[in-house]
C-alpha cells in the first residue's frame, strides 16, 4: 500500500496479517477513529463548530470506518489485494453486528450501532461502492452511475440522519439528492485525476451526443464538444443539489445548515470550472482556506436570513 495512504500504517497494526486476541478497549477505540477524523477530514474545524459535541465522536466512527474501506479499496496496487482486504473488512462488519469486535474501529462503531439502531445496510452499501470501484471503469449511462451513487454515496447521507435524531423517511429523500449532486461535482472536478487512474465516471453516451468520444478522455481534448457536455453533467449535478437543498425544510436547524454548506461548496466548484471556461484539463481548480472560509460566511449569513430553504408553502 503507498505511503499516502492514511491507514497504511494501521494496517500494519489491525490488519488481517494481525491477530488482535483483546478487543482493544473502548476509550482507546474512541480516540483512534477521533484522531482519524482530526487527521483526514478536509473540514475538520467546521465538524466541530457545526455539529453537536455530543454526536461528534459518532460521526467520527463513521468516517474512519469509511476512511479504512475506502483506502483499503483504492490505494493498492493490485484490484484484486483490495477485493481481498474489502471481503476482510466486511467479514468485520458482520462480526460487529454479531457482537464480536476487536479492530479498533469496530469496536467504537459498535457503540455508535447500539446508540442510534443503525441497520447494516448502509455500511454494506458503501462496501458495495468501493468494491464497483475496483470492478467497473466506465459508466455508459445516467441510470448506471445513479446506481452507483446509491452505493458509493447515498448511504453516507442515511447515516447523517440516524446519526442526527433524523429517521423520517421523508427526509432521506432530498439529502440523498445532496449526496448524488455532491459526487457528481466530484465526478467533474476530478476527471482528469480519475483518466489518470484509468477511471471515467462521467456517462459516455452523454458524452457521444456532442461528439466527444472515449478516447478524447484519453487525450484530454478541450474543445466545444468537451465544453458542451461538461456543461450538462454541471446542469445535472446542480439539480440534484438544489432539489435537496429545497427538502431540508422541518430539519434541525444544525442539519439545514450543515446540508447548505455542503451544497453551498459543491455549487461553488460548479462556477469555478465554469470560470475556467471548463478547461479543466490544463486548469487546476483549486480553493484557498481563505476562500473556504469566505464561501462558509456567506452560506451562512443567507441561511441564517432564509435565502436558501423556503420556510413557508
Given at each position: ?56 465522536q459518532h460521526f ?69 461502492g468501493f468494491r ?182
Amino acid at each position: 500500500m503507498p505511503n499516502a495512504s492514511p491507514i497504511a500504517a494501521d494496517l500494519q497494526r489491525f490488519g488481517p496479517l494481525q491477530i488482535l486476541r483483546e478487543p482493544v478497549p473502548l476509550p482507546q477505540a474512541r480516540k483512534y477513529c477521533a484522531s482519524l477524523m482530526r487527521r483526514h477530514f478536509p473540514d475538520f474545524l467546521l465538524f466541530r463548530m457545526v455539529v453537536p459535541g455530543r454526536l461528534q465522536q459518532h460521526f467520527a466512527n463513521v468516517f474512519a470506518f469509511w476512511r479504512w474501506g475506502k483506502d483499503l479499496a483504492q490505494h493498492l496496487h493490485d484490484p484484486r489485494s483490495g477485493l481481498a482486504l474489502l471481503d476482510w473488512w466486511h467479514r468485520l462488519l458482520q462480526d460487529c453486528y454479531a457482537g464480536q469486535v476487536a479492530h479498533p474501529v469496530f469496536v467504537a462503531l459498535r457503540e455508535t450501532i447500539e446508540t442510534f439502531g443503525i441497520p447494516r445496510d448502509p455500511f454494506a452499501d458503501l462496501l458495495a461502492g468501493f468494491r464497483q470501484d475496483q470492478q467497473v471503469r466506465r459508466y455508459q449511462t445516467s441510470e448506471e452511475l445513479l446506481a452507483y451513487c446509491r452505493y458509493a454515496a447515498n448511504p453516507l447521507g442515511r447515516l447523517f440522519l440516524l446519526i442526527a435524531g433524523c429517521p423520517d423517511a421523508s427526509f432521506r429523500r432530498p439529502v440523498e439528492h445532496i449526496c448524488t449532486g455532491i459526487a457528481w461535482v466530484g465526478f467533474c472536478r476530478h476527471l482528469p485525476r480519475d483518466v489518470r487512474a484509468g477511471r471515467i465516471y462521467l456517462p459516455l453516451t452523454h458524452a457521444l451526443r456532442y461528439g466527444y468520444r472515449e478516447e478524447d478522455f484519453l487525450r484530454r481534448t478541450y474543445n466545444e464538444a468537451f465544453q458542451m457536455f461538461l456543461e450538462k453533467e454541471l446542469a445535472e449535478a446542480e439539480g440534484w443539489l438544489l432539489a435537496g437543498r429545497t427538502g431540508l425544510r422541518g430539519l434541525p436547524r444544525w442539519v439545514q445548515l450543515a446540508g447548505c454548506l455542503a451544497v453551498g461548496e459543491a455549487l461553488e466548484w460548479i462556477r469555478r470550472i465554469r470560470a475556467v471556461g471548463y478547461d479543466i484539463w490544463s486548469r487546476p481548480l483549486r480553493m484557498s482556506s481563505w476562500d473556504k472560509w469566505g464561501l462558509i460566511a456567506r452560506t451562512w449569513w443567507q441561511w441564517h436570513r432564509g435565502q436558501l430553504i423556503p420556510q413557508n408553502g
